[in-house]
């Protein structure tokens, strides 16, 4: 079967031959429809982030798929089932305690790998298998959407932990702010429009005409331009945030947070910088997050309940969302123009291995 | 009667004469017993913290204190009950919000004032009054030492909120590190004593022989000298920490708490510094807490509950560590003892005003 790999060395992906897997004991066949990509795929690509499946040197790339039930191995799912895989399995020794419960998001980094990621083959390929515990069913006329699964079940975690952190009191969050206007940042602006925030934000650095502006505001959001606007003097320029939600892995962002949120607010940080010293008023940022009651909560990867949770969200998204965000569903045949930086008319693309 | 103030344009707190407070509807009077001395009184002293109230030039000092009822004035409250008060109340406007659903600790600073802190007078006079709703029971037995019931209460809520913030996954706090052995580090690391924490650190910088060190470890707790032993580098000196509470005021030490904590651990910052600017590793910290999905909350003043949770806490502490704990509590013929900033035996002092 054919797979889109990264080799070792290399900076850009390549179609590959690989050998159909066999499901073993408990596990699925799934005959792959679509992988979505994102930017810990371009960052794996480059080398930055992840690693490969130990002694090999490439790595079946992709971590946001989904994909019908080819052999269900008398599990308990049938053939022509639709279902998206989570991401983490547990590490070579084995299942520790994060998988035996449930929580593999909870895993530190080198207690578990991520397909397609760190460690393990991910499911850009015609083929894929998969314990049946780590699938989760998807409604049939979801499929065609299925790859935002993953996406959308990063930010159902982040918002999941950071509403746990305000429920020692009477928190009611009516503005929310996501930081970032990449396809994670939009889905995740839509699912706060979605949960009855009653004013939403998206930063960007973007001009007019932009097409993610446009669903910015077509989702009732309001733009603000980072460059005209910095993160810290929101409350001023707008008004102070319930909620903000950090998707740009931009580091000074996490600490300009503090400054962006309202009394008794919440900030969920999600980005994944690399080392960057620089200097902050950490006298000021440290009695302002006590004297105001504030919190921060990193949130990475998800789980079974988080993708459920995602499943419902993404039935109650307007279709005219996802036609505006996926801007490209690639073949095989074309598949470099999934990975491609873009212009600005690209926010997500997907590839196509088969169809339903 | 007497009472204990300090007056605008002066340094040090002076007895002044001043009426017998009459209870309005609601209000009980009540005679103190003893008032705790902290670190924020020593702000509200020196002026860095804190203001007078609305129109006048002298602040009647204290908010950690415990009384008897002199008049119940038709309250739920009878004469002779021993009561402790909280701190916050309504500002001049009137109540919000936040008092209305009993939760004035969630208040922004500028929706409250704080008795013997902010802009409303505090209880270091022979008597006081206090709507019935602000004040908690306390049992006979602990009107002793019912002045540390309100310090208990910040820490009741800190910790409150820190595992609020883990309830969304399965949280098993095992180890905790309190930063400072001033008075109020020393209750909470017996607080998470006997709350059953496998293992307790507290963090300072003495030389033993020091009656602190001797109160960690009769605690069972490891002392870590900070000037041998940076917070970024207690988890491969130590291990890492599931909880962190910071009551330094240190501003370094809430950023270097992320280093400290363990995969999915919290720290709650308590402390209030001044501006300060200095150089972080802003990305490498944004990673780690991302990547190990930490949190950070901040946590100022409590509510009734946290005081009730308190007076709970006090009874189940060791005897031996109040009277080890408390070194000073002085008459109003000796009070300048009780402000002095002392010498190292000093832990915590207190004022009597009237004794049981």
């Known amino acids: 079967m054919e797979a889109i790999v990264i080799r070792r060395g290399e900076t850009s992906p390549t179609v590959a031959e690989r050998p159909r897997p066999d499901p073993g004991p408990g596990e699925v066949l799934v005959r792959t429809l679509r992988v979505g990509v994102d930017g810990t795929d371009r960052e794996v690509i480059e080398g930055s982030h992840g690693g490969f499946p130990e002694g090999e040197d490439e790595l079946v790339l992709g971590h946001e798929a989904v994909g019908v039930v080819e052999s269900a191995e008398g599990t308990v799912f049938e053939e022509g089932d639709v279902v998206v895989p989570t991401v983490r399995r547990p ?64 930010s159902e975690k982040a918002i999941e932990h950071a509403s746990a952190s305000r429920s020692a009191f009477d928190w009611n969050a009516e503005t929310g702010l996501v930081l970032g206007n990449g396809s994670l940042g939009l889905l995740t602006l839509a699912m706060l429009e979605s949960a009855g ?10 001009d007019r005409p932009d097409p993610t502006i446009d669903i910015i505001e077509e989702l009732d959001g309001t ?25 740009t892995g931009y580091a000074r962002h996490a600490f300009e947070t503090i400054d962006a949120l309202a009394p008794n607010g919440v900030g969920a940080l999600l980005g994944v910088p690399e080392p960057w010293e620089f200097e902050i008023d950490g006298g000021r940022l440290h009695k302002e997050f006590v ?37 490209g569903v690639h073949g095989l045949d074309d598949y470099e123009a999934a990975f491609a930086d873009g212009d600005e008319t690209t926010i997500k693309t997907a590839v196509q291995f088969s169809q339903i």
């Open 91 to 154: 590490p070579a020794e084995g299942p520790n305690e994060y998988f035996e419960r449930g929580e593999p998001d909870m895993a530190p980094p080198d207690e578990c790998v991520e397909r397609g990621i760190d460690g393990a083959h991910g499911f850009m390929a015609e083929y894929f298998t998969s314990p049946a515990e780590y699938l989760v069913p998807v409604p049939d006329e979801l499929a065609e959407w299925g790859f935002l699964v993953e996406p959308v079940s990063i």
């Open 197 to 206: 925030y009653d004013r939403t934000y998206c930063l960007g650095r973007r």
């Open 223 to 247: 733009y603000i331009d980072s460059r005209q606007t910095p993160v810290s003097e929101i409350p001023e320029a707008h008004e102070p945030m319930d909620f903000v939600y950090e998707a």
């Open 291 to 327: 004297m105001n009651n504030k919190a921060l909560v990193g949130s990475v990867n998800s789980n079974v309940s988080h993708f459920e949770s995602a499943v419902e969200t993404l039935a109650d998204l307007p279709e005219w969302l996802f036609d505006d965000l996926v801007t």
